[in-house]
């Protein structure tokens, strides 16, 4: 039976269709509202490459079932910044030209991001330590470092305000 | 001079006709159009696989043809309409397919150049060019390439004398330009194959067999019909897949059939897998090295040294598993593939399917980095197979545990050595038997696993080479053999990850010269320059030695504390003809528990003249912390019947904390020809670890992967005497 189940998403309301109440969040994201910057990885919760901001917080959205997230807010690499208006992280991921291939890569900002918005100036240990969850196979890690340490700095000057 | 004829025809691919595009590598139309607005098309058979060559080829292509880099777009790898420039792979893709490119670029733009000249008419030398425009050395106005083309395309020859751009006056190659792919990537707006929709597109997922060698005896997909969205399977031979409406209810359907798969039990014990390769059916010997004569001098009353090293299977473990949409309409089949080989893809396919090569169309859609042949060819393969079955466009993506489970493996690889050293500490023969499987090379690629397991026929045998090239020592040594055994199959479909055998060849090189250095007391640096005639090679150990403060290496072990601290040398001039580099590994061993970490790695790179900087450092790089992966951490675990490390849990990566920090010094060389960087430092880093290990605590580290009860039985030999 198809079931429909609201979720706030990127700040819009949207109206999700499925007919299995486990679909993960994934392939609504993805198939339904063609939000592609979140990937499949894994379906195992084990390599981030799927993380989306639940409430601001990082989610691995792969191995979340929709109902079970039903109503929340939910927030992709697309909802948190734009070529006009990018986030510190992503402007940080140019800066530092921290791709390779790139697949992993909304998973490195979306986790740093969350992380970010709690941990104010962290150390590089810290950093590596909150990104240890999530798996990067180019070896993109040592840019990886250098852009989050660039917003950690960008986002701890006090006269810039960021959404 | 440049002969000169243009075609009319507008240059914009879309609106390309298919027999106006040429497609050869001999002509400039293959390569190159401009519109009538001075924008370039570039077609690239070579294909970005998340390692920069986009952003690089386009530069060189700007470049030669003196026109701004945000001027030219790069289509690459559709086999309608670019030149079949041979697979992305091997470090290879600036060397060659970006050294076409740039002859391509340079002919087009001395054929514009020299119809300036007559409409100035004016000695060609006295033309120049800016922003593709050309103008009088004295001044004054000027005709645009689109002027000058007006909408025609180039039907000219590619001129291999064109004279090139003089490196001195180069404004874009050799620049650290920003990589034109990544903001689409940090955005989300990037289309992977992943991303790639088609209207009315089928979703399929794949019921592999439960053992490698399994047939399927029954299958069931009564429960599957009571999931909407469902539509059917498509079964054929060995091949099941199960395919839905939507990816959710074809990964339900997947796991809700119920199939019954045959017995089957042919894998070797996994602990004896060294044992396995040495005793594996050899179809041939072959020396690939020989200096002097080896069997005389190892007779000589000498001190002899000898040592085996293994290599394990490693999955090429992409990020994303392979995915690829197909469509099969009025016997045209085309697909959107990941592959990093169109062309030989397309020929792979046309074979399978039985159908012309011409009514087979690839075109490229970048996935998840591959390192290699991963799963995306199988993947391709198997949506083209039920793509053609459902006459209807399909979307395969594998899951997690088809990329672990069934995408080629790298093949385990096992080295043997002897060596004698005379009274003086020379070496007075050096011997080398590499075991290795020949599968890979017999065949043109790596064969599709949707021709295995449905029985099609297979393109057929010719691409050789994947493995022979440059296996070898690059030092002048009087006496020295190395003898590849070929072996006839490999326990797991085997095909090539980054730096295939030239990693494994020089991990067994640079750590038995290590061992020679130690067993006749000279600094691996010295042992190393001692042995080296190549000038270049000579310069860039000096310049590593300097760059990582490199101090004799005295007694051993170097540190005797808990924490045991040491450092490594290794080099390589990649398949003795290219890139040289020399890495210094710095490492600390946990006596107590075994675990060994890189702390930091020194990096000198000599692949000449440099496209991008730090184009070139991010594969450093990388190259350095996958490695560092490969050579501590990955390991493919396997029982008689199937592969067991099928994720991220049971074929754990290098992470975050563990991840070294990397120190990178480039040798460039802008009036030298353009050498590849994708692989080189792979090669190079197992053996400088293993050495790093032998500086702190004494102990031989001679297979791979280096995980702690490895170390621990190294370390328990040391203390045993």
Redesign the interface.
Known sequence: M?TTIKLTVNGKACDLR???PN??LL?AL??QLD??????????G??G?CTVHYYGEALRCCVMPISAVAGAKIV???GL???EK?HPV?QA??DE?A????????GM?MQAAAFLATTKNPTE?Q???A???????????????RAVMRAAAQLAQPTEAHG | MVTFTFAPGPARPEAVQQTQKSVSPDEVGGFIAIDAQGLVTLYSGKVELGTGVLTAITQIAAEELSVPLSRVTTIQGDTRLTPDQDPTFASLTIQNGGMQIRRAAATAREALLTQAASKFRVARELLTVNDGVITPRSGGEGFSYAQLLNGRIFTIKVDPAAPLKDPRDYKIVGESVPRLDIPAKIFGTFTYVQDFKLQGMLHARMVHPAAVGATLEAWNDDACRMLAGYVRTVRKGDLLAVVATNEWAAIRAANTISATWSSWDGLPDESQLADYIRGAKVDRNEVLQSMGNTSEALKAPASTLQATYDFPMNTHGSIGPSCAVAEFKEGMLTVWTPSQASHLLRQQLATMLQIAPERVRCIYLEGAGCYGRNGSDDCTSEAALIAKELGQPVRLQWMRWDEHGWDPKGPATVLDYRASIDDQNRITAWESDIFLPERPMKRSGATLLAAVLAKLPRYGPSNSGIYNPGLGIPYSLTNSKLTAHWLHDAPLPAAWIRAPGRMQNTFGNESFLDEIAAASSIDPFEMRMRHLTDTRGLELLERLRQFAKWQPRGSHPRDAGALARGRGVSYAKYELVRTYVGIVADVTVDRRTGTLKVDRVFVVHDCGQIINPDGLRNQIEGNVVQTVSRTLVELLTFSRSAVTSLNWGSYPILTFPDVPEVRIDLIDRPTEVPWGAGEPTTSVVPSAIANAVFDATGARLRSVPFRPAKVLGALNLVKAG
Do not use: S, W
């Open positions: 198809t499925t007919d299995d679909m993960p392939y993805r198939d939000l592609h910057g979140l990937h499949f990885g894994c379906g195992l084990q390599c490459a992709t690499l697309e910044g734009t070529p990018p992503q991921f140019i030209q791709a390779q291939c790139g697949y992993c890569i909304n900002i240990d950093v590596r330590q990104l240890a969850g999530n798996l990067c196979k180019c070896g993109t890690h040592i840019r990886i470092l």
